[in-house]
């Protein structure tokens, strides 16, 4: 059995077992068959619950959802002033120009 470190809720790694590990390709499909109940934890957010018996199909999409990377954006807006506010409110989006 394989082991290694997996986000299982937001900000949380643990541990985990695995069986088989590979890269996938955009495309590509891996077939899980459990025999046992268990978890599919596909990000760290979202997981599904698999009874006993289950067959499931997962398929790498490319067009999937996209991922922000929060510390980049933050250092992004902060550097073209998003968080400066003067005297009379906040500045909106519209005001700022971005890299």
């Not at 073209?80 to 890299?99: K, N």
């Amino acid at each position: 059995m394989l082991g290694a470190i997996s986000p299982i809720a937001p900000g949380l790694v643990q541990p985990v077992d695995l069986v088989e590990s590979r890269r996938l390709a955009p495309g590509d499909e891996v077939v899980i068959r459990r025999a046992e109940p268990g978890v599919l934890a596909l990000d760290g957010e979202r997981e599904m619950e698999l009874p006993a018996g289950a067959t499931v199909r997962v398929r790498l999409d490319a067009n999937g959802p996209r991922v922000v990377d929060v510390r980049r954006a933050i250092e992004v807006a902060a550097r073209a002033g998003a968080f400066v506010g003067g005297p009379g409110g906040a500045r909106t989006l519209e005001d700022i120009e971005l890299p």
